[in-house]
């Protein structure tokens, strides 16, 4: 059975105390999942889906509801300060969401929530990775992604749609997918009556429906603009990317709520300043607010994109350090989190802007010793095409093959000015992985 329309607030509700039930009485479960670094594209992707197609579920689906899974434990949400100034427009808050810690424990996972019990869609990834992975990965029965096919979801995912399309953002993708629905779901909630048993100050079904639709368009909004620079990012804005915005603008100013108060400008300087507000978090949180990692010629490989420069993550080493050491403070914390992660290849990937208003890139690479040939093919296969300049950065070991200990043990690091900026992890990651392969 549909769950009937209703805002996203209550969706999500509902769906986490059905997640509970099913999880004790074994009954099936279709999960939406974005990807391991659970930014704004994977949040705001699984959100969509799963709501939308709870509310509109195929006759063939698997379950009728459709689970919202973050990728992440609760602790990791605030790291993300850009979620909570997203909560506000949509009318939720972080205990809303469903994250890996509603799971079973890891070590019961697989006895208590049985793989055939499931099916996985994944959103904004569309290789199953991460914890999960392992156990479900086979379970996987529908993807909608904007990265390179790794063909590892089946061709066939019917009644799910199998997706992957390169584009700004994923979420575009999911409103155009999913936008003859909200076309269906909107005009049957206003005849059907959206406001009958409604405890709220809103005065009739036309104004609950809209008013619950402009807080989903905003929600994808904040992905789309983000990952595109609000439209602006060269060699990354598709026509499914515009198109999705001017869908999501008009949904809003059908709003009487929204209509003479909405400010596009002022809704992506929100999302943006809270997304670069990482001023209190401590080093190693900074680096696992946006990361990602693979496993490739059995090494691992891990990324973690930065909104800050490196400078700034030096000072923030610093500051941590008990001994104070500039030099050692940064080569340690960056060595300790590799240990922790147990990396053989670390990249940091920083974005910010120049004092003269123009975006920069700024790419680290370290790895352990049995990388450090893979690291070096690289440095020599993608220097052209990233425009890599080797870059110094005060409070970082100089560019050398070798740093701390000798030539068995010294990481290997290189420092670049990556001058290409459209190109972000999404087209880096693909080439660390070739070298590694």
């Known amino acids: 059975m549909a769950f009937p329309r209703n805002s996203l607030r209550a969706f999500l509700s509902h769906a986490k105390t059905s997640l509970i039930t099913a999880i004790r009485q074994s009954t099936k479960l279709t999960f939406v999942i974005g990807n391991e670094s659970a930014d704004l594209d994977s949040l705001t992707a699984s959100l969509l889906y799963a709501y939308f ?123 155009k997918y999913f936008r003859p629905a909200w076309e269906t779901i909107s005009s049957a909630s206003i005849s059907a009556g959206a406001a009958h048993g409604q405890d709220d100050s809103l005065a009739n079904d036309t104004t609950f429906s809209r008013t619950w639709d402009a807080q989903l368009a905003k929600l994808a909004l904040a992905s789309i603009l983000i990952d595109t620079a609000n439209l602006a990012a060269a060699g990354k804005v598709e026509a499914v990317d515009r198109e ?47 990361y990602k990692e693979w496993v490739e010629g059995g090494k691992k490989l891990g990324i973690s994109s930065v909104v800050k420069p490196l400078q700034f993550m030096v000072t923030k080493a610093v500051e941590e350090s008990p001994q104070g ?53 690289f440095a020599t296969d993608a220097a052209a095409d990233l425009q890599l300049e080797s870059l110094q950065v005060g409070g970082i070991s100089e560019t050398a093959d070798e740093i701390g200990g000798n030539a068995e043990t010294a990481m290997w690091r290189r420092i670049w000015l990556q001058k290409d900026v459209a190109k972000s992890r999404k087209q880096v990651a693909p080439l660390l992985r070739k070298a590694l392969a």
């Open 53 to 175: 197609r709870s509310l509109a579920p195929p006759r063939t689906a698997f379950s009728p509801l459709y689970i919202p899974l973050i990728n992440i434990p609760a602790s990791d949400l605030r790291l993300r300060p850009e979620y909570t100034a997203l909560f506000h427009h949509a009318n939720i808050s972080a205990s809303h969401l469903i994250t890996l810690d509603d799971l079973p424990a890891l070590s019961v996972l697989e006895n208590t929530l049985q793989p055939e019990n499931t099916r996985w869609i994944l959103v904004d990834h569309n290789k199953f990775q991460g914890v999960l992975g392992p156990i479900y990965s086979s379970r996987v029965h529908g993807v909608i992604d904007h990265h390179d096919d790794e063909k590892m979801v089946p061709q066939k995912t019917d009644p799910e749609p199998r997706i992957v399309q390169k584009c700004g953002s994923c979420t575009s993708l999911v409103i």
């Open 325 to 377: 050491g500039e030099r050692d403070a940064f080569n340690d914390a960056v060595k300790n989190f590799m240990n922790a992660k147990d990396l053989s290849v670390f990249a940091i990937m920083t974005t910010s802007v120049s004092a003269k208003g123009h975006f920069r890139r700024e790419l680290l690479l370290q790895t352990t010793p049995n990388a450090a040939p893979a690291a070096t093919k």
């Open 244 to 290: 999705a915005v001017e869908y999501l603008e008009a949904r809003i100013n059908l709003s009487l709520k929204d209509v003479k108060t909405w400010d596009r400008a002022a809704f992506y300087k929100n999302i943006t300043e809270a997304k670069l507000d990482i001023g209190a978090l401590k080093f190693d949180e900074i680096l696992r607010k946006d």
